[in-house]
């Protein structure tokens, strides 16, 4: 039989901190699931605080996000912010911090997988972050953020990885009313099971820098890469 109660101390050690109001936290780990098993008509889900938690978990992220790197763009920033706030990381947030044992659900829905369901624990980590924001605060939301989600995120290595420089490029010549830029080979060398190749970067007439990797999309990406830096330093 699933949980039907969760206790003060088990909140607190979810969220890292004494809380206030129990009640707020209780409803954040409610499934819908267990309102229709029960006869309580004063039992509410966590639905409508998930709605609120989607949107402090957006704006905590978001200030990290702008302070952590002030030389990205916005298209950048919130390609970023997408991979941090995704239902797959909020979930994965949710099960490091083992929050499934603590939903309080049906006992169909327990049986059925719910505790380990990333939608289930997407929602429930984002009421969770709404309880600890209504009941203690924006400051206290953000740091149980800070600890649970954005600390073990390596944002650095994401950033790195997740950079698309081409579409920057792009994104920079539509801004500026410029022709879509294209991208030739200029050199390949090596043998054909190790080839190095060197592909330039071109906007209209410019030829702008060059870029040079193991395979030619790795060398448009550096051309690209190389083509914002020098635009930056032009401007």
Known sequence: MPPQDVSRSDIEQLVGRPVGTLSLYRRALTHRSLRRSVDDSSLRSNERLEFLGDALIELVVSETLYDRFPDKNEGALTRLRAKVVSGAALARYAR????????????????????????????????????LYLDQGHDAAAQFLRDRALGPFDLEAVAARNENHKSRLLERMQADGRPQPTYR??????????????????VGDVVYERGTAGSKQQAEQEAARRTLEALRAEA
Request: proline share 4%; charged share 25%; aromatic share 4%.
């Open 96 to 131: 490091r911090m083992d929050l499934g044992p603590h939903l309080l659900m049906s006992e169909n829905a327990a049986r059925s997988g719910g505790r380990d369901n990333a939608n289930i624990l997407a929602d429930a980590f984002e009421a969770l972050t709404a309880a």
């Open 185 to 202: 080979v200029v050199r390949e060398e090596g043998p054909s099971h190790d080839k190095t190749f060197t592909v330039e970067a071109v």
